[in-house]
C-alpha cells in the first residue's frame, strides 16, 4: 500500500512558477512509476508528465518546455516544477503511483490533489 500526499499548490499569477512535491509512504517507491496529471470542472484527468521508476521522462505536448518532473528516492518523493504558467494550466493537480507486481497485477494509487490556480 502507498499513500500520496502532494503539497504546494495556490493562486499564482500568469507567468509564475510552483512547484508541486508529491511525498509516498510505504514500501517500494522507487519501483513505482510516479506521475502528474490535473483535473479541471467538468473535464477529464489528464496527464501532466510521468518519470518511470528507470528514469525515462513523458510530459504532455501542453506543458513541454514548462514543466519538469524530477523524483528522489531517498525521500520518496517527486517533484513538479511548473514555470511560466498559464491560466489554462488552472486545475486539481493530482499525484499518481504505478507498479506490476511479479504476479502481474497492477497496482493505482492517488493522491488526494492540491489546487493550482493561475490568475491576475
Known amino acids: 500500500q502507498v499513500q500520496l500526499v502532494e503539497s504546494g499548490g495556490g493562486l499564482v499569477q500568469p507567468g509564475g512558477s510552483l512547484r508541486l512535491s508529491c511525498a509516498a509512504s510505504?514500501?517500494?517507491?522507487?519501483?513505482?512509476?510516479m506521475g502528474w496529471y490535473r483535473q479541471s470542472p467538468g473535464k477529464q484527468r489528464d496527464l501532466v508528465a510521468v518519470v518511470s521508476s528507470g528514469g525515462n521522462i513523458v510530459y504532455a505536448d501542453s506543458v513541454k518546455g514548462r514543466f519538469s518532473i524530477s523524483r528522489d528516492n531517498a525521500k520518496s518523493t517527486v517533484y513538479l516544477q511548473m514555470i511560466s504558467l498559464k491560466p489554462e494550466d488552472t486545475a486539481v493537480y493530482y499525484c499518481?503511483?504505478?507498479?506490476?507486481?511479479?504476479?502481474?497485477?497492477?497496482?493505482?494509487?492517488w493522491g488526494q490533489g492540491t489546487q493550482v490556480t493561475v490568475s491576475s
Open positions: 510505504g514500501s517500494l517507491f522507487s519501483q513505482h512509476d
Open positions: 499518481n503511483a504505478k507498479r506490476t507486481t511479479i504476479w502481474g497485477r497492477q497496482l493505482d494509487y
